[in-house]
């Protein structure tokens, strides 16, 4: 007896069909690139500010320009040097806060305590800084010390020696209380007068 094979052809619905394509599409478009399925847009704009004038100062002796301090004659413990020493600002300067101090160092590298005649304008810290009790503007001049005077502690041992004193003036921008924010050690009542704390 023959046995006849009975070979069953399945039918594919259109359905499947559909899903198939849909499928190899989908993948068609993620090869092509994600960023395509979303709206994006980029874009900028520029302006310009312009500074303003610098802040700049120069030390005067006796009302000169100084590049360097001059002191005649020999000094003895208890002299007293009666030139002034300032400060001057330029035609073209940013209203400003001031600072100074002074040093004295002999030759050894050690330091001595110096006694100086300031004007009333200026306030000691106990910082070693005198604050200037006002602001420095476009072609200030400025007393800061009227007299120096040689130390009384001074001794023979301290004979022929020579001394440097050196005079530092500091200046800050007086706008957006720039000195409160960086002479942290400034004198509260000094800063609460020429830079308050921005209110917060």
Do not use: C
Request: without cysteine; proline residues 3%.
């Amino acid at each position: 007896m023959a046995t006849t094979n009975i070979r069953t052809k399945k039918k594919v619905s259109t359905s499947t069909i559909a899903i198939v394509t849909l499928s190899i599409l989908l993948l068609a478009s993620i090869g092509i690139g994600v960023a395509l399925a979303y709206f994006t847009a980029s874009t900028n704009v520029a302006g310009n500010i312009t500074l303003g004038d610098p802040v700049t100062i120069s030390i005067t002796q006796g009302g000169a320009t100084a590049t360097s301090l001059t002191f005649s004659g020999d000094a003895l413990p208890g002299t007293v040097y009666s030139q002034t020493i300032g400060v001057t600002a330029p035609a073209d300067m940013t209203e400003a806060l001031m600072r100074a101090k002074l040093t004295i160092t002999n030759t050894d590298g050690a330091s001595t305590a110096v006694q100086a005649t300031t004007t009333d304008s200026w306030v000691a810290g106990d910082d070693d800084y005198y604050y200037y009790e006002g602001s420095v503007t476009a072609n200030n001049s400025i007393d800061f010390i009227t007299a120096i005077t040689v130390p009384t502690t001074l001794t023979n041992a301290d004979a022929n020696k020579t001394y440097s004193i050196e005079v530092v003036v500091e200046t800050i921008q007086k706008a957006n209380n720039a000195a409160n924010s960086v002479w942290t050690t400034a004198p509260s009542d000094w800063l609460d007068t020429y830079s308050p704390a921005a209110a917060g």
